[in-house]
């Protein structure tokens, strides 16, 4: 299924980059598919998704309690945990445990494994489909006989617009 966020996703350092268009994408993609899962996208878990796509840096779950208690009066850590734990459940966003944080996912209109690049400067993320490199790992987990239960590669180094801004600078 080619979701809305997935069909016009420019990659986040493009000047083609429309990141509001990105955001009212990934959000209108999430309330598609909560209705046909019969789940409930609650105004909490809507505003936290909002939080976390405001942009493509990975976010800490205690800064999205910082910004939602100022919309939601009484918000404690654990309503910010159940939140994110039912948006990773319905794959609205992923995991970033290098970081201990949460990013947008840009295909959740189905289940797949996932690149993450992470740059160190900015720490914007990006999520990469990287279908071969997962295929490469998949023969060889099976060759291995082990029984995977998630896959995640997490690539830290510098994204396209810092090694730019680098250059400028040399």
Not at 69 to 87: E, N
Not at 103 to 109: H, L, Q, R
Not at 152 to 158: H, P
Request: aromatic residues 4%; charged residues 25%; glycine residues 4%.
């Amino acid at each position: 299924m080619n979701t809305p966020v997935e069909a016009s996703h420019k990659h986040p350092h493009s000047s083609e980059h429309d990141h509001q268009k990105c955001v009212s994408e990934a959000l209108d993609t999430a309330e598609h598919l909560c209705v046909v899962r019969g789940v409930q996208l609650t105004p909490i878990r809507h505003q936290v998704l909002e939080l976390i796509w405001d942009s493509h840096k990975a976010v800490k779950a205690y800064e999205l309690l910082d910004r939602i208690k100022p919309l939601k009066d009484g918000a404690k850590p654990a309503t910010i945990y159940r939140a994110l734990d039912f948006l990773i459940e319905q794959g609205l966003i992923h995991r970033v445990e290098s970081l201990n944080a949460f990013v947008g996912c840009s295909s959740s209109g189905h289940q797949h494994e996932q690149l993450l690049l992470i740059c160190k400067h900015c720490n914007e993320v990006e999520e990469r489909p990287a279908t071969e490199v997962m295929q490469a790992l998949s023969q060889e987990l099976e060759r291995a006989g082990f029984v995977v239960h998630s896959k995640a590669i997490e690539v830290r180094g510098i994204c396209v617009k810092c090694a730019a801004q680098h250059d400028d600078q040399d």
